[in-house]
């Protein structure tokens, strides 16, 4: 882990490692400071909660909140810990002082570069130039008519006129597509920074810069390989090619094959409605046959002991009509 700082509390240190953002204290350095022994330390952070330390509990490794759990709420022989602990919380929630680079248009002369100067709190020009201090000099005579001097925010150092002009040409897409773009003084290539702010609009220009400073390799630093050597790792690209084109065509009847199986399984699913659907309705009729104790439909619903059959004309009925039926069809008393 990087070193972030190293923090005093009287004649002890503890060295403090991670980022500024999200900073971590070894622990075993930070009981020593405040006092405590290692055994008791171990145990200590055993009983940490998770966001209170870094990674496993036995790598002893505390957050910032962890630090200040254990100065505020574990029993140690350094009272004056306290009130350090507070300036410590206060300094890594803050965001670390940074150096201001000051860019002097002379340190540009015949380079290739693109350049923001500042013209007021929300406007800025943009442009790019291949000898800054000229330019420098024909913005300030410019802009004097206005009562404006401008100010250089930054200089970027371009590796030739071909990236400079891509960086340039970006910037103007940029500022336009986020409605920044404005026309004063008398020259385009202004931005209104109100909207999206200074410190943005600088990170983009950086990142474009840092975009373009990827070169394409030139033709002479290609070592120069043997002609079958070429022709040996040719033939394995080839191979390859025709192992994963074989892998795709496989993938792809397998789908289809999974397809196939579908609409056949849907099929089947229907026919079996279709067919159920038949059923539910000879046993509606029967049901609405029995309700209505009419002898000529049929009844097969009925239990078998609960059937009976004519002599005379060998029908089926239900045993509780057969007296009837056979007085009425055959007057048989």
Not at 305 to 313: D, F, G, I, T
Request: hydrophobic content about 35%.
């Amino acid at each position: 882990m990087n070193e972030v700082a190293v923090e005093t509390l009287g004649t002890s240190s503890v060295k403090v490692v991670g980022t500024w953002d999200s900073p971590i204290f070894p622990s075993e350095e930070f009981g020593r400071l405040l006092g405590i022994p290692r055994a008791k330390i171990i145990s200590i952070v055993r009983g940490f909660e998770n966001d209170e330390v870094v990674g496993k509990k036995e790598d002893g490794l505390l957050t910032l909140m962890g630090a200040v759990k254990m100065v505020f709420q574990v029993k140690h022989s350094k009272p004056e810990a306290r009130e350090w602990m507070l300036g410590l919380v206060k300094k890594y929630r803050s965001p670390p002082e940074k150096s201001i680079v000051i860019y002097d248009p002379n340190d540009f002369k015949n380079e290739s570069c693109v350049y923001l100067l500042k013209l007021s709190d929300t406007v800025c020009k943009f442009g790019q130039t291949e000898d800054m201090p000229r330019r420098m000099t024909e913005h300030t005579t410019h802009f004097a008519k206005y009562n404006v001097v401008p100010s250089v925010i930054k200089i970027w150092k371009c590796s030739d006129s071909k990236q400079m002009k891509k960086v340039e040409t970006s910037i103007k897409s940029y500022a336009k597509a986020e409605n920044m773009k404005i026309i004063d003084y008398g020259i385009t290539e202004l931005v209104n920074i109100e909207k999206n702010g200074l410190v943005n609009f600088v990170e983009v220009i950086d990142k474009y810069v840092s975009f373009g400073k990827i070169k394409t390799i030139k033709e002479d630093s290609v070592p120069k390989l043997d002609f079958m050597e070429c022709k040996l790792q040719l033939a394995e690209c080839e191979k390859k090619l025709l192992v994963l084109q074989k892998e795709y065509a496989e993938l792809l009847a397998k789908s289809k094959e999974s397809e196939l199986q579908l609409i056949k399984t849907k099929q089947e699913l229907q026919i079996k409605i279709l067919e159920t659907d038949r059923v539910k309705e000879e046993y509606q009729r029967n049901i609405q046959c029995l309700q209505k104790k009419n002898p000529q439909e049929p009844v097969a619903a009925l239990p078998a002991p609960n059937r009976a059959v004519c002599n005379v004309c060998k029908k089926e009925f239900a045993k509780s009509y057969l007296k009837t039926h056979l007085y009425k069809a055959h007057d048989i008393k």
